[in-house]
């Protein structure tokens, strides 16, 4: 039973509105022909003010009316079946308000998915937005931390702050990797290339900051693990390691990042 009604499910599904619709239309045509066709061959099955529906052109009109008042379920109650009429309007009646329902649905579905698309374009460009935002908080604070060195600040205090920086330009350096690798998400080349650009300035001062460290500056055990990783993330950014072709301005900027990477280690 699941299995016919996922068969069924599967079928609405891959019908397009207008062709439900117009499956909703060839049932109330197909519904009327009967009934005019009982006519024809004399078993009126339609009764309008007392008479049988006639087999004329006229009957075919109350045919083709009575089965719409049947399909949108109104029955006003001016014609009225009998005999196999009945079974045939029964037939009708079901079948147009399943169609109807489908059609119904197919419109409130494409509504529902022009909404999730927007809450997701939204979304995603606030994340956009977030990752160049928090890489120009990366790059501020380690030209503090940078200050800091000069002033001969306590190694322990330099060394928080640098993890803290390096763990969240980790994070933002993730995100950027993954647009790359991910060809489903647009990106306009012009945020791309400015998030790429801000990303290679980060990477600039960070090498900068590690060679200015003092001799007695001993990495801790969670910053060197990150930066491990933001070289590795920063290894597989360049214009030959992604899988999809982009603009010579952002592969520039990919191949600058992977060179500065080098100085990391």
Not at 45 to 59: K, M, Q, S, T
Not at 187 to 197: C, H, P, R, S
Not at 224 to 229: E, W
Request: aromatic share 8%; with cysteine; net charge negative.
């Amino acid at each position: 039973m699941r299995r016919l009604d996922k068969s069924v499910l599967d079928l609405v599904e891959q019908r397009s509105t207008l062709q439900l619709f117009l499956l909703w239309i060839g049932t109330i045509l197909l519904s009327s022909l009967c009934f005019w066709f009982g006519a024809l061959v004399g078993e009126h099955g339609l009764i309008e003010g007392g008479r049988p529906v006639g087999a004329d052109l006229n009957g075919f009109g109350s045919a083709l009316y009575f089965s719409f008042v049947t399909a949108t379920s109104i029955g006003y109650g001016d014609i009225v079946p009998s005999g196999f009429a009945r079974v045939v309007a029964v037939a009708e009646a079901v079948t147009a308000l399943l169609i109807f329902g489908a059609v119904v649905a197919k419109f409130v579905s494409h509504r529902q998915e022009e909404l999730v698309s927007e809450i997701h374009r939204v979304t995603f460009e606030d994340r956009l937005d977030r990752i160049e935002t928090n890489l120009h908080m990366v790059i501020s604070e380690l030209l503090a931390i940078t200050a800091m060195t000069e002033t001969k600040a306590p190694l322990n205090r330099i060394n928080t702050r640098l993890e803290s920086a390096v763990i969240l330009f980790s994070g933002e350096l993730r995100t950027t990797r993954d647009l790359l690798y991910q060809p489903r998400l647009l990106v306009e080349e012009g945020v791309l290339a400015a998030i790429l650009a801000t990303l290679a300035s980060a990477m600039n001062v960070l090498a900068e900051l590690l060679t200015l460290m003092p001799p007695e500056f001993a990495r801790s055990q969670p910053l060197t693990i990150t930066l491990d990783r933001v070289t590795g993330l920063a290894e597989e950014i360049c214009g030959e390691c992604v899988p999809h072709t982009y603009t010579p301005r952002l592969v520039f900027w990919m191949n600058q990042i992977q060179s500065t990477a080098q100085l990391l280690k």
